[in-house]
């Protein structure tokens, strides 16, 4: 019923018509967008229930010579969770938008959904070309929309642009090797020639740049700097679309090319590279940990959770066993929203406490939230709980699965990092908890005002939505993630 | 000597994209990091246009008579796939550009300068 494509072409074809719109009705942007991105969800969500694997060629062109997309549930899925992120940060900064920044709304819109684009694009995309041309166009987008901000935001933006771009030049550079040696840049063809190269040089050089590539997108620890920078000082509507999205669908990327092409024999079979990537992300996740644990403000604490977040992701490729697998990929659709979570959380914290749309955000400030805004606090509480991994929810099922299969493969190190950071988070919860309940001296000099409930709302469908997560967890792993393991 | 001259290409390509990377990490001026990151571009457009180039070919287009019952020998043709691909990344190479361009102006308009130790010590300040 519903084309694939139509998934990349709605969110492409309203930016144009956001552009076109607002020279005069700048008001109604916003819900061309609005109106735009539940188009998607709608058919993402269709797509997830009814139809299995698709394949689309652009054009007419037989999928070898022309680009292919080529559509699986676990990708529907992934369409529909950061589609559904987007909505929510959407409908929660509205306000903030309509106040800060009224004269820039028309490219703040246009922006946002060609970066809605891109990420579609690169769930979706079978074509290792393509798949750079939507990195770039995600990556525009996002360094021009992080430039949004404070004092710092510039210049944290335009580092972000020469890391970033120097990141998605060595995945050219890795895509330039592999069609050296397959002659193709469709996946299945490139995938199906590889597996006879048993050990070509050329294709160790080119998964070295494509790591390096990709890691920088990720933020994986080594090549994470930029991260908490460009998203500490962006405005925050900005900084909660693309934490909660952006490092998530490179994660996919990663595993899309890791298993797809590659093989996951490719690295647990290959005992020194496996070591090696085993000690930079347990770096990763024990830095990270650090890292949050001395931080005095709480939306910089904020992003090196994400840092943690996507080592966990990352080290459930490398142990590579299946359950890990699944592990990380069951990772990557929750942590989608736990990251969304945490960062409406921040957005409401900085209304509540100032005027301006960016401020510092300290411990202290906490005490004030709570005295104002219990529902809030209560909901920063709850998903600061599925960040430690309490039994019931969606961060306990992929810790949990993550440990024990990293004890059966016998990696020790991811093990213990694992530990380590699940007692960060525990000591980093206190410390919210204690700063929420108890006074401090600091804490009487702002004036605060008071958050009207449709800036919480979001907030509390996020947790309905993670509590969903964990109730059909079972059903997830077996209809959606299980189909594509084995396709791949 | 001669291995030499048959890799030239790619000895090139080493050093530019090196070149790139040392203006990009050492150069304290915002404005050469951006040069930087052109030449490291510009590398990777030389890497894959070596890839197409083969010896004594000619452009990629078939004569109008010569149709399917010819037998068409690929090694007088160069592959056309890199070229297109690199039209592709030129093109976003130049919005790149054009982005880093847009965000240096700004940032001189905010701090009156553009050496990056400057600006730092103009944030710290503050």
Redesign the interface.
């Known amino acids: 019923m519903f084309d694939i494509v139509n998934l990349i072409i709605i969110p492409l074809f309203a930016t144009i018509v956001v552009r076109i719109v607002g020279l005069k009705y700048r008001n109604i942007t916003f819900h061309i967008t609005l109106f735009s991105l539940l188009l998607v969800l709608f058919i993402a969500t269709f797509n997830l229930f009814n139809i299995d694997v698709v394949s689309y060629v652009m054009g007419g062109f037989s999928a070898y010579k022309g680009i292919e997309l080529v559509g699986s549930k676990f990708s529907y899925a992934l369409i529909s969770a950061i589609t559904l992120a987007a909505l929510l940060s959407l409908i929660n900064s509205s306000a903030v938008i309509d106040r800060h920044f009224n004269l820039k709304k028309v490219n703040y819109y246009s922006l946002y959904l060609l970066a809605m684009s891109g990420f579609i694009g690169l769930c979706l995309t079978n074509d290792l070309?393509n798949l750079?041309?939507f990195l770039?166009v995600t990556s525009?987008s996002s360094?021009?929309l992080l430039?949004l901000g404070n004092?710092?935001s510039?210049?944290s933006?335009?580092n972000y642009?020469?890391i970033g771009?120097?990141g998605a030049?060595f995945y050219?550079?890795s895509i330039?090797y592999l069609?050296?040696i397959t002659g193709s840049?469709n996946f299945t063809e490139v995938s199906n020639i590889i597996i006879n190269l048993d050990s070509s040089i050329i294709k160790n050089i080119a998964f070295a740049f494509f790591i390096v590539g990709i890691f920088i997108k990720m933020a994986v620890f080594p090549f994470h700097f930029w991260l908490p920078n460009s998203y500490h000082y962006a405005i925050n509507p900005v900084s909660s679309l693309f934490a909660s999205v952006g490092t998530k669908v490179s994660a996919f990327i990663f595993i899309k090319i890791l298993l797809g092409i590659y093989g996951i024999t490719f690295i647990t079979q290959n005992y020194d590279l496996h070591l090696l990537l085993e000690i930079l992300v347990s770096l990763a996740i024990i830095f990270g940990g650090c890292f949050a644990l001395i931080q005095n403000r709480i939306k910089r604490l904020i992003t090196y959770i994400i840092v943690i977040e996507i080592g966990y992701i990352v080290a459930g490729m490398i142990i590579g066993t299946d359950l890990s697998i699944k592990a990380s990929m069951y990772h990557i659709i929750s942590d989608v929203f736990i990251t969304l979570g945490l960062f409406l959380f921040v957005t409401i914290l900085s209304f509540i406490v100032s005027d301006k749309h960016t401020v510092n955000l300290n411990y202290s400030q906490l005490y004030q939230c709570f005295k104002k805004s219990k529902l809030a606090s209560w909901g920063f509480i709850i998903i600061m709980l599925v960040v430690i991994g309490l039994p019931p929810t969606p961060g306990f099922i992929s810790k949990w699965l993550l440990l024990t299969s990293a004890y059966s493969a016998e990696s020790y190190i991811i093990f213990g990092s694992l530990i380590f950071s699940s007692i960060v988070t525990v000591v980093i919860f206190f410390r919210i908890l204690e700063s929420m309940l108890f006074k401090t001296e600091f804490s009487n000099e702002l004036t605060v005002r008071k958050v009207n409930f449709s800036m919480v709302l979001p907030l509390y469908v996020v947790i309905f939505i993670l509590a969903i997560l964990s109730i059909y967890s079972n059903e997830l792993f077996e209809n959606v993630i299980n189909p594509f393991i084995e396709r791949i | 000597m001669e291995i030499f001259l048959e890799q030239i290409n790619y000895i090139v390509f080493l050093i530019l994209m090196l070149i790139g990377v040392y203006a990009m990490m050492i150069k304290n001026n915002l404005m050469k990091k951006v040069i930087g990151l052109i030449i490291f571009q510009t590398s990777i457009i030389l890497y894959f246009i070596s890839l197409a180039y083969k010896d004594h070919a000619s452009i990629p287009i078939l004569a109008h008579h010569s149709g399917a019952d010819h037998h068409i020998d690929i090694s007088h043709y160069d592959n056309p796939v890199p070229h297109a691909l690199m039209l592709t990344a030129i093109v976003v190479g130049v919005a790149t550009t054009g982005l880093a361009l847009a965000l240096i102006q700004r940032i001189y308009e905010r701090f009156n300068t553009l050496e990056e130790d400057q600006i730092i010590k103009i944030l710290k300040d503050k």
């Open positions: 070309f750079y041309v770039e525009l360094y021009a430039s004092k710092r510039y210049l933006s335009f642009l020469l771009s120097v030049s050219l550079l330039g069609y050296s840049l």
